[in-house]
């Protein structure tokens, strides 16, 4: 009796996402009514999402750890075609802007600190 290989599952319900991404189901609702992921609906219309939103949810993260807006990771997904992963080239290019508003930051808040030194 031949074996069947395993078939990859295609698509994720919101509580597998959660689970691999670590953030909760209300997080990942809250990134699709603001359109940095997508959803399908099955015939009992609850969400499922395709694999490339746990790339997507990986990058949200990484962004708003170092303080990227929303809004500003939304316009960097806006470009990309739904359901595109970034390719090495191209996450080299957004973390390249990203890496220079850290450096900005950086830059302020090392000026910030060095100004409390000279307070008394």
Known sequence: ??????????????GEVAKRTGVAVSALHFYESKGLIHSQRNAGNQRRYRRDVLRAVAIIKIAQRIGI??????DAFGVLPEGHNL???EWKMLSSQW???LDRRIHTLTALRDQLDGCI
């Open 1 to 14: 009796m031949e074996k069947k290989s395993p078939r990859i599952k295609m698509l994720l319900t919101p």
């Open 69 to 74: 807006p929303l809004a500003t990771i939304g």
């Open 87 to 89: 390719s090495a080239k």
């Open 99 to 101: 890496r220079e508003e």
